[in-house]
């Protein structure tokens, strides 16, 4: 930031001051899947409080 102007840098932070900034986990979004994806889901997610292999089921979905 040493590189920048003077008034560059005072623009900027004027802009930076216009926002407001969000609160900690106000971004994430939730997701929401319906018919076929939401059964698999619902699979992973008894797999993963079952202890057994849910991440793994994941990546196996993946293309390579």
Same mark, same amino acid.
């Given at each position: 930031?040493? +590189? ?8 900027? +932070?004027? &802009? ?9 986990? &106000?971004? &994430? ?36």
């Amino acid at each position: 930031m040493t +590189d920048i102007k003077e008034a560059t840098l005072k623009l900027i +932070d004027a &802009e930076f001051a216009k926002i407001t900034p969000y609160k900690k986990g &106000e971004f &994430e979004k939730k997701r929401s899947v319906r018919g076929e994806a939401a059964e698999e889901m619902q699979v992973e997610i008894k797999g993963k409080k079952g202890g057994g292999g849910g991440a793994a089921s994941i990546l196996d979905s993946l293309p390579r």
